[in-house]
């Protein structure tokens, strides 16, 4: 939002913190257009660190929840794998 900030980080990290800067920059933008244009920089800053930690935690929820299913999924694979491989070996005796 017209603020320019410097950051001492690894050569390897730049490419991703200015990324995330951009991010951080439409975030407060659509903050700033979304609501009265009287909000201080710091306001609008924390009104965008709450959206962005809003689907931050969102997708955690959604990624646990992913993980699960798979989970449960492999569990249930290695089952049914298990019991055609006890099932063959029954036979061949």
């Given at each position: 939002?017209?603020?320019?900030?410097?950051?001492?980080?690894?050569?390897?990290?730049?490419d991703d913190?200015?990324?995330?800067?951009?991010?951080?920059?439409?975030?407060?933008?659509?903050?700033?257009?979304?609501?009265?244009?009287?909000?201080?920089?710091e306001?609008?800053?924390?009104?965008?660190?709450?959206?962005v930690?809003?689907?931050?935690?969102?997708?955690?929820?959604?990624?646990?929840?992913?993980?699960?299913?798979?989970?449960r999924?492999?569990?249930?694979?290695?089952?049914?794998?298990?019991?055609?491989?006890?099932?063959?070996?029954?036979?061949?005796?």
């Amino acid at each position: 939002m017209g603020c320019e900030y410097r950051f001492a980080c690894r050569p390897a990290e730049r490419d991703d913190l200015l990324e995330a800067a951009r991010y951080l920059d439409e975030q407060m933008r659509e903050v700033r257009d979304h609501t009265s244009k009287l909000l201080s920089l710091e306001a609008v800053a924390v009104m965008a660190a709450l959206n962005v930690s809003n689907e931050l935690l969102r997708q955690r929820r959604l990624s646990a929840e992913a993980n699960t299913l798979v989970d449960r999924q492999v569990g249930d694979l290695l089952h049914k794998v298990d019991a055609v491989l006890s099932k063959a070996e029954s036979e061949e005796l």
